[in-house]
């Protein structure tokens, strides 16, 4: 072929490469020997990699050691230093693998081109072929850079270089390659470059074919040329956003291209494009006809058809996404329902969706939307690898690979070290000068649609320095990869997905499914004896116990695990135990590892030598427990009987020993009697159970239900030839005269007592139980039945019933009359009787007179002792149909002789006596507070009809009394739900009968009290029909028994009448009360004084407690100061109620009454001080000192100072010269009046000041000078001196916009709006480019602002040579955009209250004559804080 002069300096250059100075090639990595004979560049790369065995994948860089690698070759360059320039993409810290490469393994396979990478270097640094920025791989693999070459690598063991198609020159007139495609047969390659251009070239001798200059508009970059499945059509993507069609021809031997455009950048830019290429295995594929071709802009993704005519089969928009993530498209052929269809993954962010494309009988185009994936990255790459595995690149550059249908995330891997490229360039378009929108070009900062390329199952990634191919791995290559980490456990487990068929991204597993798990059974068998073997010779020599046996512990498990997955006891027994016996530690953790399985029914059958070892092991090392849950899961075969036997009875492994009789020697009767001969004697003698002997005796009852429902025990089922054998030797041996070894003094049935005296309700529960009889099963004859049955289910099997009436018998005779059995006990039994005679097919017999017995055993009057536990087990036994076997009569005389409500109770029930109930809930002490529960059921509930609910609503008011005293709030309730119509009768009545004692009066207290507290919260349509007089006698009640409660009631409570209140409160001196019903009656002076008394009582009690303590004890003074503190406290609160009480009056009296109110109390403040003036509690006189200047201080508020002073003066004490005593006082005055008048100065000034302040700045505003920005008008657009002996008025507006005025009327009264003179102007162009109309309402706040500021004035232009012809000049001083910001702010800061509208209302809050600012309800550490205005620059 003939090569250009550049392309012939490029070889020749080559040529001369010393492969050693090349810096970013290291020895090591590339495995390159020094040669004295410098070797040309196509010499180098058509080598034979010698110590390669693949002939394509050259070296795998997961388990490439990154240390050895050159830090120059990774370092030099950010990730997208080579295309974008951007300082974001800078060179991060290595990142481990992700942890999910631990579940799956190593699934994806990334390896370095070696022989194209060391290209790439030297045809940039020695031959300035430039950077890499686009690769392309189909048959070949092609390479474009920075400067204009395209570089085409065979994909064979040489990776040597083809062709170097264009030159420098080319280079330099279009400019970078930014865009590579090879069509399907790999004989053409387009050629995409930065300045606009395309090529194409063929692949088989290297030449240029087109040149396409003019398929879109100039001055964009190509961003994508893309083949599709026919030779002759392609598409292409420019920096526009424009997609277009290129057609190529050839007629009478010129190549021509037509070029149509399919989406314009105008309507979005489109920044991806994606043909469907079909595989060669689905080119008959009926979807092909249409030439599908996705594209994704800025906003939306488009599915459109090519052939036969342009069609858009979809428009999809996106969700809200980052605006700088980057579109990705990617299609695949996809096997769904059993049809293969192609579908589309795209993305936009963190989100991938799928869509299903299915050509629809109607040939038409269905879309059918998938799943998404919801990741949490941003995806900047997208490409199937197989039809089940996506491979996703993020911005950190972490390449996730993904199972689409579990959406599972199978491994993470960091491919920082490729120092991928970026197209940030091209996006950018800089090489055309930059003309994109600022949308592109801030997704191409992450694009990098050139730098990965993907084809049959691999993707080939671009670096600035290196190439790199990915695939994945086969199942083998995982597993081996695992296995080289020295990764047991995780081989072990992929492998076993393997096996089932679980596992994700499988590579080279075919077959059906039985072939597949030989092939892995094997493999993992070759797996379990390698791991067995590191484990042993990496164990560790020396070292601590407890180090030993974690390392095992991780191992052992394994592989027992995986042996009895597999179903290879034989490999785990024979050839693994063989080889960790050869180890103590690794014997011990292997035996004790068996438990967990042989429990969950795993391991079932255990060799001889094991078995022998695990018993040695587990008793040398206490482990009894363990091994005896081992033994009842094994196979008796496997087991040495006697050696066994003897083991578990020398250790009371009694289920141990149970289970090897019953299923190794078919014996179910001598574990009962070796049990019997262990807890009987302990039982008979009395002796006191241990805790071992009771979990031996329910053990037993448990073996014997279980023999009797045809359970075998501990676990199983007995086999169902023997059920019924056993079931009657059970019986044999329990009915047995006397045991085997019995003796002289031996009781007569001795199972039976031990039995009885061990746990009689639990042994009389088990003899009610039995499996239903084999011979019995017809309705279900195939199938063992586990259900329990009662007595009567084996009534046909004779035998049966004889042992049942015998054993009934036997206990009759055991226990009746015999006083080693409480009540209890022959209450269960005859209960237990009971039960199975009220059955409908009973068969048994029982004596009645045996019940009558029983009865009088039961209800007998003269023993108290257990009377609650004789009672429960008669009631027990009448509720099971007990009551048969008993004269009703005689049983409820016997049952009121011995208290035994409950039973009336019960008879009375049957009877419907519901009256009668009432009478035994009060006659029971236990059960006395339960009746109003009784009571309120049986009167709401329905089923019991009216006479019976009056009956006991009779009973009630009967024994009202009785039950106030009970619980007068239960009784509150109950009245208020069912006894309204009779409320008053029921308060008369009470009151009646209770006025005895001051008990019975704090009852009914109590009783009004919720009475009426319900009354009070209730709404009007449910409150009970109460009078006046029970309100004033819960009033007269709360006097004497809570006082303290009296004014929440006044306060609450509407229903009592004023005069008899203050009669009630007067007659118990409740002078605080009283006060408040004169206060509401309008008796200001009545009740004020009823305060004032108070307050001089507890002044008294003060004093008096205070000179009562001079002189005593340390004791006593200690107690006397704790009561004068509380008494003061007392004082405090009576004080601060009066205060309180005169400033609510205050309002509506005039002075002089006024003054009757706080004379008096300032009077008797004063004199108190006197009494205590000469003690010496310093403390108790501070404070009357501190209650009496508050006194003076609420006073002032109301009482002028002079009146103050003056009737301070007019006391005959300080009137003669003494006023040492109120000094305090009248300073405190003075201090008063001090701040009161520094007040009022201080915020004089602070008006003041804002006043000055405001008008200045307006003022400023108004007088600045205004500057026109042209001397016509805006509106006529004349000039503002259209004649010049005419004189005109002119509006300038502080925007600078000059009007006529004339001109500005018609405009206003166009607008509808009134042209006065005191209208203020708006500017007709400012406000037009706002939107607005410029009426007076249009915009209030502007409007305000050009109000504030505007001026109207003459204009100083005179005409020469006269004054009268001037121009009026009208100037109007409007806001520019800064102004009315600083005055919307300045407006903001006085949106609310004025300071003098703030100190208006306080004043007005109190008097009309004086502002006092001390009020009570302040706190003392009150400070004014005063702020000056804030302070703006002008």
């Known amino acids: 072929m003939s090569q250009s002069p550049d392309s012939r300096s490029l070889l020749s250059a080559s040529s001369q490469l010393n492969l050693m100075e090349v810096e970013s090639i290291d020895d090591k990595e590339f495995d390159i020997p020094q040669v004295d004979t410098p070797p040309t560049l196509e010499s180098i790369l058509s080598q034979m990699e010698e110590e390669e065995e693949d002939p394509f994948v050259l070296e795998d860089t997961c388990l490439l050691n990154t240390d050895n690698m050159d830090a120059q070759s990774y370092d030099t360059s950010s990730l997208a230093s080579s295309d974008s320039g951007d300082p974001a993409h800078l060179k991060r810290k290595r990142r481990t693998l992700d942890q999910n490469a631990a579940v799956h393994g190593s699934v994806l396979r990334l390896s370095l081109l070696k022989g194209i990478s060391a290209q790439i270097v030297a045809a940039a640094d020695k031959v300035d072929a430039g950077l890499p920025t686009a690769i392309a791989m189909s048959g070949v693999i092609a390479v474009g850079t920075s400067h204009g070459l395209a570089l085409v690598f065979g994909k064979d063991t040489n990776q040597a270089l083809r062709l170097c198609l264009g030159s420098k020159t080319t280079g330099a007139e279009f400019g970078a390659v930014s865009a590579l495609s090879i069509n399907q047969d790999c004989s053409r390659v387009l050629c995409g470059f930065a300045k606009g251009q395309i090529t194409m070239w063929d692949l088989a001798n290297g030449k240029l074919l087109r040149t396409i200059t003019d398929a879109h508009p100039p001055g964009t970059a190509i961003l994508h040329v893309k083949f599709t499945d026919d030779p002759t059509l392609a598409v292409c993507n420019d920096s526009g956003g424009s997609v277009f069609e290129l057609t190529f021809r050839r007629v009478m031997g010129i190549r021509s291209c037509d070029s149509r455009c399919l989406f314009s950048g105008s309507k979005g830019e489109v920044c991806c494009i994606e043909p469907l290429r079909t595989p060669p295995d689905f080119r008959d594929h009926p979807i092909t006809c249409y030439s599908l071709l996705a594209m994704a802009s800025l906003t939306k993704i488009l599915i459109i058809g090519l052939k036969p005519s342009l069609n858009v089969w979809m428009t999809l928009p996106y969700t809200k996404s980052d605006p700088s993530s980057v579109p990705q498209l990617a299609w695949q052929f996809v096997p769904v329902q059993k049809t293969v269809n192609p579908m589309l993954a795209f993305c936009k962010g963190d989100s991938v969706h799928f869509l299903l494309v299915k050509k629809e009988e109607t040939d038409t185009i269905h879309v059918i939307k998938q799943r998404q994936l919801q990741l949490s990255c941003d995806i900047i790459s997208l490409n199937w690898i197989n039809s089940c595995s996506l491979v996703l690149l993020d911005s950190h550059e972490k390449l996730h690979v993904v199972d689409r249908p579990t959406q599972d995330i199978l491994e993470t891997l960091d491919l920082e070290q490729v120092q991928l490229v970026y197209n940030s360039r091209h996006f950018k378009s800089l090489a055309t000068g930059g003309n994109v929108s600022q949308a592109l070009a801030l997704v191409g900062e992450k694009a990098c649609y050139q730098s990965l390329s993907s084809y049959a199952g691999q993707i080939v990634c671009l670096g600035t320095k290196s190439a790199h191919i990915m695939s994945l791995r086969n199942w083998k290559e995982r597993l081996d990869c695992l296995l080289k980490q020295e990764h047991f456990t995780e081989a072990l487990s992929l492998a076993w997905s393997f096996h089932e068929g679980t596992a994700k991204a499988v590579v080279g597993l075919h ?228 045991s085997g070894d019995s003796s002289q003094k031996e009781e007569v049935f001795p199972f039976i007592h031990t039995l009885l005296h061990f746990d009689t309700r639990e042994f009389l529960n088990v003899l009610a139980m039995t499996e239903e009889s084999p011979s019995m099963r017809t309705d279900f004859p195939n199938t063992r039945s586990c259900c329990i049955q009662t007595f009567d289910d084996v009534q046909n099997d004779k035998q049966a019933l004889e042992y049942q009436q015998r054993i009934v018998d036997i206990l009759l005779q055991v226990m009746v009359d015999n006083p080693d059995f409480t009540p209890s006990q022959v209450g269960g039994l005859f209960t237990f009787l009971a039960r199975q005679l009220a059955k409908p097919n009973n068969t048994l017999f029982v004596n009645r007179n045996l019940f009558d017995q029983v009865l009088e055993f039961l209800c007998c009057p003269d023993d108290d002792s257990r009377h609650t536990e004789r009672q429960q087990v008669l009631l027990e036994l009448l509720q099971v149909g007990g009551v048969v076997q008993f004269n009703e009569e005689r049983l409820f005389t016997l049952a009121e002789k011995a208290k035994f409500y409950q039973i009336c109770e019960f008879l009375y029930e049957k009877k419907h006596l519901y009256d009668r109930i009432v009478d035994c809930y009060l006659q029971d002490p236990l059960r006395k507070a339960e009746i109003f529960s009784y009571i309120h059921n049986l009167m709401s509930m329905p089923g019991y009809s009216s006479e019976e609910k009056l009956k006991v609503k009779e009973k009630v008011l009967q024994h009202m009394q009785e039950l106030v005293s009970l619980d007068p709030g239960k009784l509150a309730d109950l009245v208020v739900w069912h006894f309204t119509e009779e409320v008053q009768t029921i308060i008369s009545e009470l009151q009646a009968s209770l006025c005895v004692s001051l008990q019975d009066d704090s009852l009914l207290f109590q009783f009004l009290r919720c009475l009426l507290k319900f009354q009070e919260g209730c709404q009007a349509t449910s409150r009970l029909p109460l009078e006046s007089e029970f309100y004033e006698l819960l009033l007269d009640l709360m006097c004497r028994f809570e006082p303290q409660e009296l004014l929440k009631f006044l306060h609450t409570s509407q229903h009592y009448r004023l005069e008899e209140a203050i009669q009630i409160t007067e007659k118990y001196h409740c002078n605080e009360a009283k006060a408040y019903l004169l206060e509401k009656k309008g008796d200001i002076p009545g009740a004020f004084a009823g305060l004032l008394q108070t307050l001089k009582e507890r002044l008294d009690v003060l004093a008096a407690e205070m000179s009562g303590g001079i002189g005593g004890g340390v004791d006593g003074r200690d107690e006397e100061e704790a009561n004068g503190e509380f008494t003061l406290t007392t004082v405090k609160s009576s004080l601060n109620q009066m205060i309180l009480f005169c400033h609510r009056n205050c309002q509506n009296l005039d002075q002089e009454q006024r003054k009757d109110l706080w004379f008096p109390l300032l009077d008797t403040m004063m004199a108190s001080q006197k009494e205590v003036m000469g003690l010496s509690d310093k403390h108790i006189s501070d404070g009357l000192k501190e209650m009496t200047l508050k006194v003076l201080n609420c006073m002032s508020s109301f009482i002028s100072l002079p009146a103050i002073i003056q009737q301070i003066l007019q006391d005959p004490v300080y009137g003669r010269g003494k006023l040492a005593e109120i000094q305090g006082l009248i300073l405190g005055m003075l201090d008063t009046f001090t701040y009161e008048q520094t007040l009022l100065e201080t915020t004089t000034n602070l008006l003041n000041h804002d006043l000055h302040w405001s008008l200045a700045h307006l003022r400023s505003a108004v007088t600045k000078g205004l500057h026109p920005r042209q001397d016509c008008c805006n509106i006529c657009l004349q000039h503002y001196k259209r004649k010049q002996d005419a004189s005109e008025e002119i509006i300038v507006f502080s925007c600078g916009h000059l009007y006529h005025l004339q001109c500005l009327q018609q405009k206003d009264s166009g607008w509808g709006a009134a042209s006065e003179p005191q209208q203020p102007w708006r500017c007709y162009k400012c406000s037009s480019s706002h939107g607005g109309r410029g009426g007076a309402c249009s915009e209030p706040n502007r409007s305000r602002s050009a109000s504030l500021a505007q001026t109207r004035f003459s204009s100083g232009h005179h005409e020469k040579g006269t004054e009268t012809h001037r121009k009026k000049v009208v100037a109007v001083a409007t806001l520019d955009v800064q102004q009315e910001l600083s005055w919307d702010h300045l407006r903001g800061l006085y949106r609310g209250p004025s300071r003098l509208s703030i100190l208006s209302e306080v004043s007005h809050g109190h008097s009309s004559e004086k502002a006092g600012f001390l009020l009570p309800a302040q706190p003392e550490s009150f400070h004014l804080k005063l702020a000056p205005p804030p302070l703006f620059e002008e």
């Open 511 to 738: 077959g059906d499914s039985q072939k597949r798990k030989a092939v892995i059974s094997d493999k993992m068998v070759e797996i379990l004896l390698h791991f067995t073997e590191y484990a042993v010779k990496k164990c560790p020599e020396q070292g601590k116990l407890q180090v030993l046996e974690q390392h095992f512990q991780e191992v052992v498990p394994v592989l027992v695990d995986y042996c009895l997955l597999l179903q290879k006891a034989d490999l785990l027994f024979n050839q693994l135990y063989s080889r960790l016996v050869e180890n103590m530690v690794a014997k011990g953790v292997f035996l004790e590892s068996l438990e967990s399985y042989i429990v969950a029914n795993r391991l079932g059958h255990i060799t001889t030598p094991v078995m022998k070892d695990l018993l040695a092991h587990y008793h040398d090392n206490g482990m009894m427990d363990s091994l005896e849950r081992c033994i009842v899961h094994l196979d008796v075969t496997s087991l040495d009987i006697q050696q066994v036997v003897q083991v578990c009875w020398n250790n009371q492994l009694y289920d141990a020993v149970i289970y090897i009789f019953n299923r190794g020697m078919n014996d179910y009767i001598t574990p009962m009697e070796k049990l019997f001969s262990v807890i009987g004697p302990r039982v008979r003698e009395g002796r006191s159970l241990t805790g071992d002997d009771v979990v031996m005796g329910n053990k037993l009852l448990v073996y014997i239900s279980c023999c009797l429902a045809g359970r075998a025990y501990p676990i199983g089922d007995i086999p169902e030839d023997l059920v019924v054998q056993v079931k009657y030797q059970v019986f044999e041996f329990l009915i047995r005269l006397h």
